[in-house]
């Protein structure tokens, strides 16, 4: 059991508040013992800065042409996988975590195919995030990454049961 509290900024537009913060006391037997407390640092650059969104302070570029209605998700994918490849994941194996990553690498897959984008440009795009954001990194992965991407799509195009969303994934790609 616990209690929080919420902390909010006011938005850069002066319209409404943003939560940024949570701080939450848990409690055993009805007495405090310990407090966690989160902080959304995205929001806290977003409405500091002014941004139209929290993705804008960490963003991709060379998605700008991507639709709206998939750009956010795209470039969520990008950030992520990169993040978690860096990490020391890889997109195989029982552990959560690993699956989490294979998600995400086959939402590229979709998403890409979704954007009409080639293999070459998603790892354009990828590339120049990397450089952008781990430059100082001992290992560049954004190749990996990508041939991770090209090794499911090929996979999943010679695959005959599929579950749902590769079914979905598959339709994009032959779509295009």
């Known amino acids: 059991m616990g209690r929080n509290c919420n902390i909010a900024l006011r938005n850069s537009d002066g319209k409404g508040f943003s939560d940024v913060a949570n701080l939450i006391i848990i409690e055993k037997n009805e007495k405090p013992v310990c407090l966690e407390i ?15 969104h929290v993705q804008d302070g960490v963003p991709v570029e ?14 969520d994918a990008i ?15 029982q552990h ?3 699956r989490i990553l294979k998600k995400y690498v ?6 890409r ?3 009409n984008m080639t293999i070459e440009d ?4 990828v590339v120049e995030f990397e450089e952008r954001e781990f430059s100082e990194a001992d290992e560049q992965i954004s190749g ?8 499911y799509e090929n996979e999943l195009l010679s695959k005959k049961n599929l579950n749902k969303d590769q079914l979905k994934i598959k339709k994009t790609l032959l779509s295009k």
């Open 106 to 111: 086959q939402s590229l897959s979709y998403f």
């Open 79 to 93: 950030v992520t996988s990169s993040v978690l490849f860096h990490e020391g994941l890889r997109p195989f194996g």
């Open 62 to 75: 060379g998605l700008q042409s991507v639709d709206k209605r998939i750009r956010r998700k795209f470039e």
């Open 122 to 125: 998603l790892k354009k795009v």
């Open 38 to 52: 989160s902080i959304g640092t995205t929001t806290i650059l977003k409405e500091l800065h002014g941004l139209d």
């Open 96 to 98: 959560n975590r690993n």
């Open 144 to 151: 990996i990454l990508v041939d991770f991407v090209t090794a």
């Open 113 to 115: 195919a979704k954007s």
